[in-house]
């Protein structure tokens, strides 16, 4: 996976309560140009707007289960190997 800034944003909403809370309010759905990308950041938007808390991968992939009309299969095995790649790069 790639270091392109779309992935950071999701990992540090995964991972990061400060960064989250600072930067959610001015993300949007429509700024993240993969699929699988504008999938995660919604489950992820909708965690936290139901929680109020961060969510955890398998939080994600228990939201994403459970919208199973709204994603097909290949969607969601898609989704799971981009969340499991989700992590936040320790600076050396």
Same mark, same amino acid.
């Given at each position: 996976m790639t ?8 990992s540090?909403l995964?991972?990061?309560?400060t ?8 993300l949007?759905?429509?700024?993240f140009?993969?699929?699988?990308e ?5 489950? !992820? ?7 109020n @808390?961060?969510?955890? %991968? $398998? ?11 709204? !994603?097909?299969?290949s969607?969601?095995?898609e989704? @799971?190997?981009?969340? %499991? $790649? ?5 600076n050396?």
């Amino acid at each position: 996976m790639t270091d392109r800034i779309e992935i950071i944003i999701l990992s540090h909403l995964l991972f990061d309560e400060t960064y989250t809370r600072k930067v959610l309010p001015f993300l949007k759905e429509e700024y993240f140009s993969e699929s699988v990308e504008r999938v995660a950041f919604e489950k !992820i938007y909708s965690f936290i707007n139901d929680y109020n @808390s961060l969510p955890t %991968k $398998e939080s994600i992939l228990i939201q994403a289960n459970n919208d199973a009309d709204n !994603i097909s299969d290949s969607q969601y095995k898609e989704l @799971s190997e981009f969340v %499991k $790649e989700l992590k936040i790069k320790k600076n050396k």
